[in-house]
């Protein structure tokens, strides 16, 4: 089993920053790719960012690129989302999630497919 703990979060104004991490504990070995997932209220859970574990490729959904970093920490195994140039429409609730497996980035995009999740933080974005 793999644990999965976020920091970060909070109210922010439109146009400031916010910095997300996630610290993976257990089984991490078996970790390939560890990502970042929204959900808003009333809608369903979006892909936002995902980083492959072993060479550091990053993919970002075009609703954030420019605007979100995703990063990590092997030694650490805590995986960071730095989100510049926030807006309201960026409210939610923010999961990280870790994948075991993957064979292209489409799986990486597919919430339905990873295998750990952490609780979720929340994110509120004022106008």
């Known amino acids: 089993q793999v644990q999965l703990v976020e920091s970060g979060g909070g109210l922010v104004q439109a146009g400031g920053s916010l910095g997300l991490s996630c610290a993976a504990s257990g089984r991490t070995f078996s970790i390939s790719g560890m990502g970042w997932l929204r959900q808003a209220p009333g809608k369903e859970r979006d892909f936002v960012s995902a980083i492959v574990w072993s060479n550091g490729n990053t993919y970002y959904a075009e609703s954030v690129k420019g605007r979100f970093t995703i990063s990590r920490d092997n030694a650490k195994n805590t995986v960071y989302l730095q989100m510049n140039s926030l807006k309201p429409e960026d409210t939610a609730v923010y999961y990280c999630?870790?994948?075991?497996?993957?064979?292209?980035?489409?799986?990486?995009?597919?919430?339905?497919?990873?295998?750990?999740w952490g609780q979720g933080t929340q994110v509120t974005v004022s106008s």
């Open positions: 999630a870790a994948i075991r497996s993957f064979y292209t980035d489409f799986h990486l995009r597919r919430g339905d497919r990873y295998d750990y």
